[in-house]
């Protein structure tokens, strides 16, 4: 699927942005920097441009601020013609978070995060109420953070101000410029997800610039994924882009492992995961006995061991578990690593068997209560599944 013939909305969607035959063309280039765009961009969604350096994504987005105008073609925000809307007060209603933080150095965190409320003459002890409820937000203390000045923050640190500073006037949009792209992937990785977070409470319309992809199939709800000549390939959920290429160029620039990516749009807690029994740690030796028993007859290597709260504390090793020359007796309790939650996706659990030699993980609720166990087979069956494979941008239910 295209741009040209991909539903870009569903039923009961409202458009927040729409963009109408967008075109920009600088003098003396041969070609468009963004040529003949047409996109709609639901309401409270997450929209990703992705591409390669030079295919027009930033240029769009500055388009659609108003930072430059374009030569032809039409720009909507909330039903408004953007160019019948006086430049200050366009900016006032979007946010905008780029690479590094772009803050003023010279001012305090706090100050900086205040610009736009104080340009919308809020009162000072709304603006502090504000500053320190972003701050909070971001997860920084207002008390640690509010008075420092940027110099004096990790590049972490500074994005995050970032974000908060973009989210100040509560905006209805938020324009986001490789926000992360200049942080290390440990702490690039937690300002993803604490922006998702964020994101999951708030729903602003939001369009997030970045040249990757695995970050676009994290952060989006939808991708736009621009090719040479600021023309969009394909518009698309990050399932169907993912499970159905519109063309080779599509494919290439996804590249090898798209089953995998895959496995990180799918969240545990939308999952049924299978629940064997398991065995509570206070029950007697018979009890156990029969659960080790109930497991060997079922080809399983270890029992669930949960507390009085059905909390998972260990693994009960079955007379399967054990190898020639290694691994526990039978009915020695194992250490359990984490658990996976409703947040973690099939990725993390893949990654987390892969990375501890283990053949399956525990499964909690939000309270942390055991729901299952996910093991390596099930992901694997996943993996091959016509559940990941189906190009209708559905979730995975399944397991």
Not at 78 to 100: C, E, K, N, S, W
Not at 205 to 226: N, Q, S
Request: negative net charge; glycine residues 10%.
């Amino acid at each position: 699927m295209t741009q040209s013939d991909t539903p870009q909305q569903t039923p009961g969607e409202r458009t927040m942005i729409r963009l109408d035959k967008l075109t920009k063309r600088y003098p003396g280039q041969p070609g468009a920097a963004v040529e003949e765009l047409t996109l709609d961009i639901p309401a409270g969604s997450i929209v990703v441009f992705v591409g390669p350096s030079g295919c027009g994504k930033t240029t769009t987005m500055k388009l659609i601020n108003r930072l430059i105008e374009p030569t032809s073609g039409r720009i909507h925000l909330d039903g408004q013609d953007v160019t019948r809307i006086p430049v200050h007060q366009l900016r006032r209603r979007i946010g905008y978070a780029i690479q590094q933080g772009g803050l003023f150095p010279h001012r305090t965190v706090a100050d900086n995060i205040a610009t736009v409320p104080k340009m919308l003459g809020w009162d000072r002890a709304r603006i502090t109420a504000r500053v320190d409820e972003l701050l909070e937000m971001v997860g920084l203390d207002p008390e640690a953070y509010r008075g420092r000045r940027p110099g004096q923050l990790s590049g972490g640190q500074q994005q995050r101000v970032g974000v908060a500073r973009a989210l100040a006037g509560d905006p209805q949009v938020m324009l986001m410029d490789e926000p992360f792209g200049a942080i290390d992937p440990l702490n690039r990785e937690a300002l993803q997800n604490e922006f998702l977070r964020i994101q999951a409470r708030l729903h602003k319309t939001i369009v997030f610039v970045t040249h990757d992809i695995d970050e676009a199939v994290k952060m989006g709800d939808r991708i736009a994924l621009f090719g040479d000549g600021g023309r969009v390939l394909q518009y698309d959920t990050p399932e169907r882009l993912l499970a159905d290429p519109a063309d080779r160029a599509v494919a290439e620039f996804i590249g090898a492992g798209a089953a995998v990516r895959r496995l990180s749009l799918a969240r545990i807690g939308s999952l049924a995961v299978p629940g064997p029994p398991v065995v509570e740690r206070a029950a007697d030796a018979q009890a156990r006995a029969a659960a080790l028993a109930r497991a060997a007859e079922s080809g399983e290597e270890y029992v669930l061991v949960v507390d009085e709260d059905r909390r998972p504390v260990a693994w009960l090793a079955t007379a399967g578990a054990r190898r020639p020359g290694e691994g526990p007796a039978a009915g020695e309790e194992v250490p359990l690593l984490t658990p996976m939650g409703p947040g973690h996706t099939l990725f993390d659990a893949l990654d987390h068997m892969l990375s501890s030699n283990a053949s399956a993980v525990a499964v909690v609720d939000g309270d942390g209560r055991y729901r299952g166990v996910l093991g390596m087979d099930a992901v694997r069956t996943l993996i091959n599944s016509q559940a990941l494979h189906t190009a209708d941008g559905s979730k995975l239910q399944e397991v």
